[in-house]
């Protein structure tokens, strides 16, 4: 019995694997006719300028399903030569069908995504019981918090300096907006330092923006330290 059920086992994941890759295989015969390119053109851009070596039969095979599974690396490629995110090619956002996120499991493509980058989903969380996957979704968070709002920061930036250059009196206004970018840089108290803390790579964002914060990192972390101190003052001339 043993042997059986393990033998279904392999079987079944050797069908899930192989369904997979006819799902991706369709998706990438679906954008590549979409943005009218043939199959040697792909081939030879992911041999030529990725430096991953592809076949025109193993791409053919994989559009009409004969393949039997499909690699990351062939994701990864294949995306960039269509100019997609590899998810879409996994998980189709732009289809209303469900897709298989694992053997039997069918999940909405929003869902899949949701899972496959944050752990995120219906049926699909990260236990948080776990130190390690409280740690990556904390760490996904803090990027996410940091990214966002130096979008922000740049666009309040942008007003700001639309108004100086103007020739009217906008000092009010500007204030207004000023008093923003501390608004934004004290929601994101904490991403950077976190980040920098586990010497994990900082977002592409403006050095304006990274010097603001450590500026805000600091006046909070001093006025902390003034409260304990104060405290602690207090505490002695009561127990005095």
């Not at 940091?146 to 100086?164: G, P, Q, V």
């Not at 586990?198 to 990274?210: F, K, T």
């Amino acid at each position: 019995m043993l042997v059986s059920s393990v033998s279904m086992t392999v079987d079944q994941s050797e069908d899930w694997m192989k369904r997979q890759a006819a799902a991706v295989g369709a998706r990438v015969r679906r954008v590549r006719l979409a943005v009218g390119i043939s199959v040697q053109s792909v081939a030879d851009y992911c041999t030529n300028e990725l430096g991953y070596k592809m076949l025109r039969t193993t791409l053919a095979n994989l559009e009409s399903g004969a393949r039997k599974n499909i690699t990351v690396a062939e994701v990864s490629v294949l995306a960039k030569a269509l100019g997609v995110p590899p998810l879409s090619l996994l998980y189709p956002i732009d289809e209303p069908q469900e897709v298989e996120v694992l053997p039997g499991v069918m999940k909405t493509s929003w869902e899949a995504w949701r899972w496959f980058a944050d752990g995120l989903g219906p049926g699909l969380h990260i236990r948080t019981a776990h130190p390690q996957a409280q740690e990556i979704r904390e760490a996904l968070l803090e990027y996410g918090l940091l990214t966002e709002n130096a979008r922000a920061w740049k666009h309040t930036e942008d007003m700001i300096r639309s108004l100086a250059s103007m020739d009217r009196d906008n000092e009010d206004a500007q204030e207004s907006l000023r008093k923003e970018l501390e608004h934004i840089a004290v929601d994101t108290h904490g991403a950077l330092e976190f980040l920098e803390s586990r010497g994990l790579p900082i977002p592409d964002v403006p050095e304006g923006w990274l010097k603001m914060l450590r500026e805000m990192d600091a006046k909070i972390d001093a006025d902390v330290e003034a409260f304990d101190e104060r405290k602690r003052v207090k505490e002695g001339r009561a127990d005095a």
